[in-house]
């Protein structure tokens, strides 16, 4: 059973930082790319970061650029998503998603991630 278990959200004042976690169990997580997506009170889920399974390629979206940072550890698969600086509109459920066995190249697309975990929430607030 895939089991992806987010932690580390919580409210924080503007400026502050957060890390989330990922923890990845069920799914060989060294073979696939990640990513991180948020969703606002209502908005659309909205993609926020995305690396491939080696590390070595990221992408952001433009409204968290400079001040997130996606990373990995695949000794224990765990995906993390370090926030800087955050501002009252990063605040959402921030959900972490794994792409298909195999894949190679980075997606921004939500549709294109097969497991979801439950969210953890960040507020951020002024």
């Known amino acids: 059973q895939v089991q992806l278990v987010e932690s580390g959200g919580g409210l924080v004042q503007v400026g502050a930082s957060l890390r989330l976690s990922c923890a990845a169990s069920g799914l060989s997580f060294s073979d696939r790319g990640m990513g991180w997506f948020r969703q606002a009170p209502g908005k659309d889920r909205e993609f926020v970061a995305a690396?491939?399974?080696?590390?070595?390629?990221?992408s952001y979206a433009d409204s968290v650029k400079g001040r997130f940072t996606i990373s990995r550890d695949n000794a224990e698969n765990t995906l993390y998503l370090q926030m800087n600086s955050l501002k009252p509109e990063d605040t959402a459920v921030y959900y972490c998603?794994?792409?298909?066995?195999?894949?190679?190249?980075?997606?921004?697309?939500?549709?294109?991630?097969?497991?979801w975990g439950q969210g953890t929430q960040v507020t951020v607030s002024s």
């Open positions: 690396i491939t399974w080696s590390g070595v390629s990221t």
């Open positions: 998603a794994a792409r298909t066995f195999g894949t190679t190249v980075l997606s921004t697309t939500a549709t294109a991630y097969t497991y």
